[in-house]
């Protein structure tokens, strides 16, 4: 497989609409006029039986690492692979146990700007530290409960990352904060982008989780210092944007239909849910959750990616196959990044927006999971 170098988006910003009373806010113009980037598959990592080394139980995160080659978190085998470019296996890295260095259940992939890996697992004491040639190297952060979640790294030091505070107060019912914050390898955020409390018991925690924790998208500009959110919002499309020292920068917004779900994809998105908190917990048999009150509809936006320029992409969820729209890191609308032809099963997909290329994979899929490795080619422009 060709290396990847993302294609810039180089036309005018499209004219801008209000956002709240003083802000302002892309509105998609004249769908010839856009700017279009056009995805294909390139490649994939990943057999349903053979090689062990390309047999992936539950794929927590991914991403190219400094020196290019793909770094996956496999929370079944517990272990960090790396592959080449091309996707040949390289290595392992940590594995089960309860050895140093060896995990139970990792939760999230970091991948740091000086080459060292990281796993977050809370059962193995907090964040796993090694080197790109897989030594350990011992703890980088404490952590047994309460983990962050989705982490996005920002420098060798410090990532963003949504996270959740339990607050008990004597006379009133018990509350549940969800955030999103920056942390310096700490347990509390230096600084905390958008926050929401609500009251919580047992019946309604599923509910919260997929409101709160699976409903809202974050994505980090490390080149321009801009932190992107978009929080659950019912069926209105907004971004929020935000400086990494937490200022408010203003919003995007823009039109967004409403598709409602059917019944068959509200009980499938049901199972995931309750599969995905079980696993957060360990898999805990007594860990026994279910949603009461189930999003309907397709959220407006399911993903927030950042380019290596800046440029945001963010991920319609009212579209069957992948539809991005690009913004500047100035939040002016630019264009639109699709994959036509791969099917609607790719509504279930999560991609990795790289400097190197861009990566995918299934977080529900009908048998087995891969690594998807995808190019960009630009349609509707001169070479």
Not at 58 to 67: A, F, K, V
Not at 79 to 104: A, C, K, N, Q, T
Not at 356 to 369: C, E, M, N, R, S
Request: include cysteine.
């Amino acid at each position: 497989m060709n290396r990847l170098f993302i294609v810039s988006f180089a036309a005018a910003a499209l004219p801008l609409c209000s956002c709240g009373e003083d802000e302002s806010a892309g509105q998609p113009a004249d769908p010839g006029e856009q700017h279009v980037m056009e995805l294909v598959l390139l490649d994939s990592i990943g057999v349903e039986l053979g090689d062990s080394n390309y047999v992936f139980g539950s794929i927590e995160g991914l991403g190219y690492t400094p020196d290019g080659n793909i770094a996956v978190l496999d929370r079944i085998s517990a272990d960090i692979r790396l592959y080449s470019p091309e996707g040949e296996f390289i290595r392992r890295v940590g594995g089960r146990g309860e050895g140093p260095g060896e995990m139970h259940n990792p939760l999230a992939l970091f991948i740091f700007p000086d080459g060292r890996l990281g796993a977050l697992d809370p059962w193995r004491s907090g964040l796993q530290l090694y080197t790109s040639e897989g030594e350990y190297l011992g703890l980088g952060m404490e952590v047994m409960n309460n983990v962050h979640l989705l982490p996005e790294v920002v420098d060798d030091s410090s990532f963003v990352s949504m996270k959740t505070e339990f607050i008990m107060e004597g006379g009133s019912a018990p509350r549940i904060a969800v955030f999103l914050g920056l942390f310096r390898m700490s347990v509390d955020p230096d600084v905390t982008y958008w926050r929401e409390e609500m009251v919580i018991d047992l019946s309604t925690a599923a509910n919260l989780a997929q409101k709160y924790l699976m409903g809202v998208s974050f994505a980090v500009d490390t080149l321009n210092g801009t932190v992107f959110v978009a929080p659950f919002n019912g069926t209105e499309y907004l971004i929020n944007r935000y400086s990494l020292e937490g200022e408010y920068l203003g919003c995007m917004e823009t039109e967004s239909e409403t598709v409602p779900l059917t019944e068959e994809e509200i009980r499938i998105e049901e199972e995931f849910v309750s599969q995905r908190l079980s696993s957060l917990e360990g898999g805990d048999p007594d860990y026994n959750v279910h949603i009461t009150d189930p999003i309907t509809y397709r959220l407006p936006i399911i993903e927030l990616e950042t380019g290596p320029d800046g440029n945001l992409w963010a991920r319609r969820g009212t579209e069957d196959e992948p539809f991005f729209d690009v913004w500047s890191p100035e939040g002016e609308r630019l264009g639109s990044v699709v994959m036509p032809g791969v099917g609607a099963d790719t509504r279930s997909w999560e991609f990795e927006v790289c400097r190197d290329g861009i990566l995918a994979w299934d977080t529900d899929p009908d048998l087995f999971q891969k690594v998807y490795m995808i190019g960009a080619a630009e349609v509707g422009q001169e070479p």
